[in-house]
């Protein structure tokens, strides 16, 4: 998971300077550095929360049931029930 968050916050560095530079040089308007730390910072987390969702989703799908009796959770007829 931590790798993940790596990734994630690198790859949002790299790609929101490349399209504040490009945004600069192709349209001339020019993003200041605390608007790009906020889209970095919502990149990495909006990444890290679904990243985290398509871990657990593929741990889930790895999942085997334990072999060996389950219980129900179900309680069995009391003493009570048979006498009546």
């Given at each position: ?13 790299v ?25 970095i910072?919502?990149i990495?987390?909006?990444?890290t ?20 009796t389950?219980?129900?959770?179900q ?6 029930d048979?006498?009546?």
């Amino acid at each position: 998971m931590k790798k993940l968050i790596w990734i994630t916050f690198f790859s949002a560095i790299v790609s929101v300077n490349l399209l504040a530079v490009a945004a600069d040089y192709f349209g001339g308007v020019y993003i200041a550095i605390p608007y790009r730390l906020v889209m970095i910072l919502a990149i990495t987390l909006i990444g890290t929360i679904f990243g985290g969702a398509w871990v657990l989703m593929r741990t889930a799908e790895q999942e085997q049931p334990h072999p060996g009796t389950t219980q129900s959770g179900q309680p069995g007829p009391s003493s009570d029930d048979k006498q009546r």
